[in-house]
Every structure is written in C-alpha cells, then in structure tokens.
C-alpha cells in the first residue's frame, strides 16, 4: 500500500484512433459512391458547345433512353404514365420544373410528345439536358 503507484486505477482518456479510422473509410465510400448515384439511366447526350449548368441533386429528372423507355429517376414510368408520375411527384409539383435528359438517337417527335405528358401534368419550367463541350455524360449537367 504504499508508494503511491496504484496499477489498478482506469485509463482516463479516451482513444478515438478507431473512430478516426471508421469515419475515414465511410468519408471514402461515400466520395466513390456519389457519381454513381447523380444519374440513374446511362444515355449519350447530345453533344454542344454549351455552358455548363450545375442540377441539384433532389431536381426531377426524366430520361428517355436509346430504346425510347421512359424513366422518372430510376423508376420507368413509359409514355403512358409519365403525366401521372409526373403529377404524383412531389418534388416536380413543389419545384415546378423537370430535367429532361434524352439519348441522342430517340427522334425528335418522341422528346417532344414526352414534353407534352409533363406539361399537361401541370409542371411548367423544363428544361434539356445536353452534354456540354462533349464533358461526361455520368454529371447532371444541363441547359436551359
């Protein structure tokens, strides 16, 4: 009992080394997995010399594929159900504007009856998606 060097006594400070670590790893996880999470429908955008505008992540956004499918984000809605998909969206009514991203072999005449269902679907503001100065194509870039 003497001497004063008491073995027995706990650690008093706290090791944070493997939080550190932990949240290092997930920091790197998510830094990979978002590009691949900005667009849900590989399309070949037509190519311009626009500027580059930067979507919002939470922005609606239609794609129409090279094989004429239509998507609401990831979900596929086709021709058809696009206006009530569209009505049913919170984020498209509240906004009032949709993205519209098309392969650049779907004719014209498709782009523009799929235009049609969404402002009959009471959303005003669209606006087209193109790949600028032929950058990437897996951004959400678009123009207006």
Known sequence: MGGGDD??????????TPFVDVMLVLLIIFMVAAPMLTTAVPVDLPKTK???VEIEQDTPLVTIDADQK???????????????????????MAEGRIYIQADEVVP???VMRAFTQIREAGVENL??????????????????
């Open 7 to 16: 073995r027995r006594s706990g650690m008093s400070e706290i090791n944070v």
């Open 50 to 52: 626009a500027e580059r």
């Open 70 to 92: 239509i998507y609401l984000g990831r979900e596929e809605v086709g021709l058809e159900g696009l206006r009530a998909a569209v009505a049913a969206h919170p984020g498209a």
């Open 108 to 110: 014209y005449g498709y």
């Open 127 to 144: 606006a087209l998606v193109t790949d600028p100065a032929g950058g990437a194509q897996d951004r959400r870039l678009g123009l207006e």
